[in-house]
């Protein structure tokens, strides 16, 4: 081989290969978890923080840019087991394999926020947070249920503010753990417990503050779904103000702590009883005030009504009615009068043209023609009758059936009942039926016989009244 043969090379330069390492690794790797122990920790006075991620077997380097790192009130430390989010890049300048770090959490509290956060999500994708199911409060509660320990200081913090701003309404404890194992299922049956029974009209579940782990107990799926479920108004009022649990987001109310849970649940009676006062004071003085505008409003109205009294205004109203009720009696006398003489002209006129005697004439000519017509009618009809009864006769001649009972009979065949005319229309030993003057007869065709001709010149039907050969 010649060296004008030799594969041309094409060398990658360390920036290049570095370059596309980098973005290969970036590719392939999406964003993703780290769990390891902090190691080789420096801050530079730039604020960024570099260490390294490391298990029993193996590390990896890692940055925290200033960016990120001022938003964690607690940065990692030498040794502790941390969570670490981020992806997956190559610091160019030294071929260094590292992840970009954009949030830590120390590994117990993180693992425990995850489930939170996919808990928190899950159900909110399901409606248990809605807050179109959420229900307002009762104002003025007959019972208020407390589910708690019986013996913590959230209780002796909700006796204490019902006792300070309502010591007339009665509270129901339902005593349970509120941390620890088997905490959740306990609270969630006694959920289920007061949402049957409905001795309360409003629930409160209050715990006093703790950290992630002491809360773990309202943080369970099956106390969200227990509170879902309540059919009595629930609020809660767990930890400080900075906690939030499963349970606040699936409450009715959520509350800072368990003082403010009760405050909220409760009615102030010093302040209701201030209210009611104060109303009843702007009752009376908008009352005094209502009466003194219609006093008022009544003496102007008298005033005018005396301006304007109808008495006057009656007296010329009547006396006009006076001379109109005179004006009309006059009027009817005269037209009455003058009815009176055009109905004695008018009687005269008639008495004068009465049709009486037209009307006895046309009654005697009347009574003669409704005679004559009641002869003829009967006369009609007699001759009618006879008539009807010769053509019956004659009808009754001419029957067929009347033929049948002479002696003659019809010949058919029985399925489509055709009429047999000639002897040659039947077959030998086909079944004919004969049509009789009483009755049918099913007949067997022996033998077809050819035709007489004396019998086939004479008439295919009788006439009336002859005689059969």
Same mark, same amino acid.
């Given at each position: 081989?010649?060296? %004008?043969?030799?594969?041309?090379?094409?060398?990658y330069?360390?920036?290049?290969?570095?370059?596309?390492a980098?973005?290969?690794?970036?590719?392939?790797?999406?964003?993703?978890?780290?769990?390891?122990?902090?190691?080789?920790?420096?801050?530079?006075?730039?604020?960024?923080l570099?260490?390294?991620?490391?298990?029993?077997?193996?590390?990896?380097?890692?940055?925290?840019?200033?960016?990120?790192?001022?938003?964690?009130?607690?940065?990692?430390?030498?040794g502790?087991?941390?969570?670490?989010?981020?992806?997956?890049?190559?610091?160019?300048?030294?071929?260094?394999?590292?992840?970009?770090?954009?949030?830590?959490?120390?590994?117990?509290?993180?693992?425990?926020?995850?489930?939170?956060?996919?808990?928190?999500?899950?159900?909110?994708?399901?409606g248990?947070?809605?807050?179109?199911?959420?229900?307002?409060l009762?104002?003025?509660?007959?019972?208020?249920?407390?589910?708690?320990?019986? %013996?913590?200081?959230?209780?002796r913090?909700? =006796?204490?503010?019902?006792?300070?701003?309502?010591?007339?309404?009665?509270?129901?404890?339902?005593p349970v753990?509120?941390?620890?194992?088997?905490?959740?299922?306990?609270?969630?049956?006694?959920?289920?417990?007061?949402?049957?029974?409905?001795?309360?009209?409003?629930?409160?579940?209050?715990?006093?503050?703790?950290?992630?782990?002491?809360?773990?107990?309202?943080?369970?799926?099956?106390?969200?779904?227990?509170?879902?479920?309540?059919?009595?108004?629930?609020?809660?009022?767990?930890?400080?103000?900075?906690?939030?649990?499963?349970?606040?987001?699936?409450?009715?109310?959520?509350?800072?702590?368990?003082?403010?849970?009760?405050e909220?649940?409760?009615?102030?009676?010093?302040?209701?009883?201030?209210?009611?006062?104060?109303?009843?004071?702007? =009752?009376q003085?908008?009352?005094?005030r209502?009466?003194s505008?219609?006093?008022?409003?009544?003496?102007?109205?008298?005033?005018?009504?005396?301006?304007?009294?109808?008495?006057?205004? =009656?007296?010329?109203?009547?006396?006009?009615?006076?001379?109109?009720?005179?004006?009309?009696?006059?009027?009817?006398?005269a037209?009455?009068q003058?009815?009176? %003489?055009?109905?004695?002209?008018?009687?005269?006129? =008639?008495?004068?043209?009465?049709?009486?005697?037209?009307?006895?004439?046309?009654?005697?000519r009347?009574d003669?023609?409704?005679?004559?017509?009641?002869?003829?009618?009967?006369?009609n009809?007699?001759?009618?009758?006879?008539?009807?009864?010769?053509?019956?006769?004659?009808?009754?001649?001419?029957?067929?059936?009347?033929?049948?009972?002479?002696?003659?009979?019809?010949?058919r065949?029985?399925?489509?009942?055709?009429?047999?005319?000639?002897?040659?229309?039947?077959?030998?030993?086909?079944?004919?039926?004969?049509?009789?003057?009483?009755?049918?007869?099913?007949?067997?065709?022996?033998?077809?016989?050819?035709?007489?001709?004396?019998?086939?010149?004479?008439?295919?039907?009788?006439?009336?009244?002859?005689?059969?050969?």
């Amino acid at each position: 081989m010649t060296a %004008t043969s030799a594969p041309r090379r094409e060398p990658y330069t360390v920036s290049r290969l570095n370059q596309e390492a980098r973005a290969l690794l970036e590719g392939r790797f999406p964003a993703l978890w780290v769990e390891g122990e902090v190691s080789n920790l420096t801050r530079p006075s730039s604020g960024h923080l570099y260490f390294s991620l490391k298990d029993a077997r193996a590390q990896i380097r890692c940055a925290l840019f200033q960016n990120r790192a001022v938003l964690f009130r607690d940065c990692p430390r030498n040794g502790q087991q941390v969570l670490a989010r981020g992806r997956v890049s190559l610091y160019e300048p030294r071929g260094d394999y590292q992840i970009i770090v954009d949030y830590v959490e120390e590994a117990g509290a993180g693992a425990l926020r995850r489930a939170y956060d996919e808990l928190r999500l899950r159900l909110e994708r399901e409606g248990c947070f809605a807050p179109e199911r959420k229900r307002p409060l009762p104002r003025f509660p007959r019972r208020i249920g407390v589910i708690t320990s019986a %013996t913590g200081a959230a209780i002796r913090d909700v =006796l204490a503010t019902l006792g300070r701003r309502c010591p007339s309404l009665p509270v129901l404890l339902y005593p349970v753990p509120v941390q620890g194992e088997g905490a959740a299922e306990r609270i969630a049956r006694t959920l289920r417990l007061a949402s049957q029974r409905r001795d309360c009209d409003v629930v409160l579940l209050v715990r006093g503050g703790g950290s992630l782990e002491d809360l773990q107990a309202f943080n369970g799926e099956i106390v969200a779904r227990a509170i879902f479920e309540c059919a009595v108004p629930l609020a809660t009022g767990i930890g400080h103000e900075t906690d939030v649990t499963i349970a606040d987001f699936a409450a009715d109310l959520r509350a800072a702590t368990p003082t403010a849970a009760a405050e909220l649940a409760s009615p102030d009676f010093a302040e209701w009883l201030a209210k009611v006062r104060w109303l009843a004071e702007r =009752l009376q003085q908008r009352t005094r005030r209502q009466i003194s505008d219609r006093s008022q409003q009544l003496e102007a109205l008298e005033k005018r009504l005396l301006r304007l009294h109808p008495r006057g205004r =009656l007296h010329g109203h009547a006396q006009r009615l006076d001379e109109l009720e005179q004006r009309l009696q006059r009027a009817w006398r005269a037209q009455l009068q003058r009815s009176r %003489t055009r109905l004695t002209g008018l009687t005269q006129r =008639l008495q004068a043209r009465t049709p009486l005697l037209r009307v006895r004439h046309e009654g005697r000519r009347l009574d003669a023609l409704s005679a004559r017509l009641r002869l003829a009618l009967r006369q009609n009809a007699r001759l009618a009758s006879r008539r009807l009864n010769q053509l019956s006769g004659q009808l009754h001649a001419l029957s067929p059936l009347a033929t049948l009972h002479r002696g003659y009979a019809i010949l058919r065949r029985p399925d489509g009942g055709v009429i047999l005319r000639r002897a040659g229309e039947a077959l030998t030993g086909e079944i004919v039926e004969a049509l009789l003057g009483e009755g049918r007869l099913r007949c067997e065709v022996k033998a077809v016989c050819p035709s007489d001709p004396a019998v086939a010149a004479s008439p295919q039907h009788p006439r009336p009244g002859s005689r059969p050969p």
